[in-house]
């Protein structure tokens, strides 16, 4: 069974920074990576970022690439969002999720998430 827990929300302004935790657990070699989707009130769940299981490479959407970074810890299990220059339309709640075949493709783990809000 796939568990993913996200912790490091929180509130910051514009052009801050904030860092995402993610620990997971089973999470096999059968999954293709692991990763962020965001989703903000009123608007359709959007992929973030993914980091490859196989090789750690990664991938990241247009409207964050330059300014997020996703790295992992395997000895700790543990996947990290760095957030850096954040926007308000970064606000929205994060999910770790584990994806399937491709980065952003179908996924398994959809926990509770956790809140970001970009805001003076």
């Known amino acids: 069974q796939v568990l993913l827990r996200e912790s490091g929300g929180g509130l910051v302004q514009p052009g801050g920074s904030l860092a995402l935790s993610c620990a997971a657990s089973g999470v096999t070699s059968d999954y293709y990576g692991i990763g962020w989707l965001r989703q903000a009130p009123g608007k359709e769940r959007e992929g973030v970022a993914c980091i490859v299981s196989s090789d750690g490479s990664t991938e990241y959407s247009d409207p964050v690439k330059g300014r997020f970074a996703i790295s992992r810890d395997n000895a700790k299990g543990t996947v990290y969002l760095h957030m850096n220059d954040l926007k308000r339309g970064d606000t929205a709640v994060y999910y770790c999720?584990?994806?399937?075949?491709?980065?952003?493709?179908?996924?398994?783990?959809w926990g509770q998430g956790t809140q970001v809000t970009v805001s003076s």
């Open positions: 999720v584990a994806f399937y075949l491709s980065c952003f493709s179908d996924y398994d783990g």
